[in-house]
Structures are given as C-alpha cells and as structure tokens.
C-alpha cells in the first residue's frame, strides 16, 4: 500500500513563484512531479532519485527545483517565474525504476494539487 499527498497548489499571477509538496508513505527511488492541463495528455515535469540527481521537462528548466527529504519521505517542487501554460493538476508519483527521467519507473500516484497561473 502507498500513499502520496500533495499540497501548495494555489492561483498566481505570471511571473509568481509556488512550492509545492509531497508526502509519501515509502520511500521509493524515484520520485517525481507529473501534470495535466485541460485536454491534454498527462506530462512529466521533473524527477529525482534518492542521490539528489535530478531531471526536467525542457519546459521547465531554469525555473523548477525538485528535491527530497529522504529522512521524511517528501517531495517538493520549487517553482519560479511560472507562465499561464504552467496551468494544470501537478501530481506527485513515486517508483522504483532504474531512471527516473521516464515514465515507466512510476508506480504510485497522489490525487493532485491545482496550480493556476493568471496572465
């Protein structure tokens, strides 16, 4: 059994900064911020493994910061200078895949936090 809750959605201005958090039930290898916006598909956004090494969607790069707290079993993800097509449910996803740059090594989900960027 797994359980992943997120939190730290909220509604701001472009240009405005959101953190969001996760907390897990297990620790996992990897884990990793996935989102969707209205009638697109499902996307990954960033992810990590339990040495701190991290990834990012092009998309996201220089504005993101993933990290984790081990001991804690969380996931955040710091984000900066957010634009509209940031808008979208952020979910949190845990695995134990060998990379953790692809979708495939995450098995666990969390329900999502709505993030909302106004132009």
């Known amino acids: 059994q797994e359980k992943l809750v997120e939190s730290g959605g909220g509604s701001v201005q472009a240009g405005g900064s959101l953190r969001l958090s996760c907390v897990a039930s297990n620790r996992r290898a990897c884990m990793g911020w996935f989102r969707q916006a209205p009638g697109k598909e499902r996307e990954g956004v960033a992810g990590i493994d339990t040495r701190d090494r991290s990834n990012y969607a092009d998309s996201v790069k220089g504005r993101f910061t993933i990290s984790r707290d081990n001991a804690k079993n969380t996931l955040y993800l710091q984000m900066t200078n957010l634009k509209p097509d940031d808008t979208g449910i952020y979910y949190c996803?845990?695995?134990?895949?060998?990379?953790?740059?692809?979708?495939?090594?995450?098995?666990?989900w969390g329900q999502g936090t709505q993030v909302t960027v106004s132009s």
């Open positions: 996803a845990a695995g134990d895949g060998l990379y953790c740059d692809r979708f495939a090594s995450y098995r666990y």
